[in-house]
C-alpha cells in the first residue's frame, strides 16, 4: 500500500485532512514540523507529500518548507510532493515548483480538488516505480545497456534475444544517433563469440583509397609507403564479431570484393596472394534507405541479401513514446556520477521541454545535450534554461501528419500543445490549463492521456 505525508502545523487543517482523505487507498501520516516530517519520510519513505511552506520556527516565511522540499528529493528524487501556499504566496509556489515540487495547492483547501491531484501524483508514482522493477535490471545487465521501454524497443531486445546465438549475418538500421552500435554490441554480448574481439569499422570515414587495405591488411611493398605486412580488420576479428558502420557508404568495387569474403570467408591481402582462411560474423549497419541505394545502383542487390539475413530498424527517437524520460534519467544518472556533481533530475517545465522536442540528433543529442546541462547545472534539478534548446524547441511543430488519420492528426496535435503549454507555464498545471481554456480536471486527464508526466 501506498503511504501520504500530510505536513501542515495548523492543528484544523490536520484534522479536515485525517477524515476527508481517510477512506482512500493508501496509508495516511501526519506531521507538524520538518524535522517530524523527515523522521516519518525516512521511515515510511512515502510516494506523496502535501507540504505547507510556512512551519515553524519560521511559520511566517517559506524557509523551512523549502529545507524540507529540497531534503526530502535528496532522500527520494521519485517523491511527488504537492506544495499548500496560501492565495498571496504564489511566487513561492513556483519557485518550489522549479526546485522539484511535483504540483501545488491554493488554500482553502477543496477536498475534492486535493483528491484528484494526490490520486494522479499516486498513480504516476507507481507507474514509475514499476518502470524501476520492470526495466531497470534488464537495462543494466540483460539488455547490455539499451534503456527503452516502448512497443518498439521491447520488440526489437526480443529479436536480439533470438539472433545473438546464431551467426546469421544482420543489418542494423536507422537514422544516425539512434544507438545502432549499441545493438551491434548487444548481439556480441549475447553471442557464443562474447569472449572473442568485437572489431569495429566505420565505411565512411575511411578515404576510399584506403579502405580496402584497412579491411583486409597488406603485404609488405604493395605500395608506397607499405614497409611491413599488416593484418586488417576482418582478419582481427577472427573467431569474433566484425561491425560495418555505414556501410551504405562502401564503393561499389569494395562491395564485390567484400561479396566474395563473405561467400567463402577467405581473404586476400592486398599485394598477397595467399588465401587466408578467417571466421568472422558479419554486423552491419546503416542510416541510408539500402532499397533506394540497390534501384540507383551504388548498392550491390546480393551484398544486401548476404549482409541482411536479418534486419533490425531503431526507430528515431521522436517515435518511441515515452522514452525522452526514461533515456534522460538513464544518462542523467551516469553523466552525474561521471562528473561528480549531486544532480538528481528534472524540473517539470524541463521535462515538457525534453518531450516536447523532436530530437533530429536522437539519442546521440539527448545525451549531449545533458552532459552539458549537467555541467552547468546550479541546483540538483536540471532547467530548461540548462538545456538550452532556446529557439530550436517548435512544441507545436515539427511532426508530420502524412499518412495520419484525422483521429491520429488531431491527438497529435493536443498533445503538442499541452506540451507547449506546459513549458511556456514552467510545468505550472493551473496556469497551463488556463491558457489552453480547459478545467484542471480535465488537464490531467489529457496528460495521463498522452503519457505526459509533469
Known sequence: MEHLLIIDDNEDILTQLKWGLASEAYTLHLAKSVDQALEIFRKVSPGVVTLDLGLPPHPDTSEEGFRGLEEMLNINPSAKIIVVTGNDERENALQAIKLGA?????????????RVIIRRALHLHAIERENVVQQGVPAAEDSCGIVGACPAMRGIL????KVAPSDVPVLVSGESGTGKELVARAIHAKSPRKNGPMVCINCGA???NLIEAELFGHQKGAFTGAVATVQGKVEYADKGTLFLDEIGELPVNLQVKLLRFLQ??????VG??????????IIAATNIDINAAISKGTFREDLYY????VNIHLPPLRERDGDVRLLAEHFLERIARDLGKSVRGFTP???AYLQGYSWPGNIRELENKLRRAVLLADSSRITADELAFGEEVAPVNGFNLVDKTLKEGRAMVEKKMILAAMAKYEGNIIKASEALGISRPT???LLKKHGVES
Open 102 to 114: 511535483f504540483d501545488f495547492f491554493r488554500k482553502p483547501i477543496d477536498l475534492d480538488e486535493l
Open 158 to 161: 526480443t529479436l536480439i534475444n
Open 206 to 208: 575511411i578515404p576510399e
Open 264 to 269: 567463402e570467408m577467405v581473404i586476400q591481402r
Open 272 to 281: 598477397g596472394r595467399q588465401d587466408i582462411p578467417v571466421n568472422v560474423r
Open 306 to 309: 548476404r549482409i541482411g539475413v
Open 349 to 351: 517545465e524541463a521535462l
Open 443 to 445: 488537464m490531467y486527464d
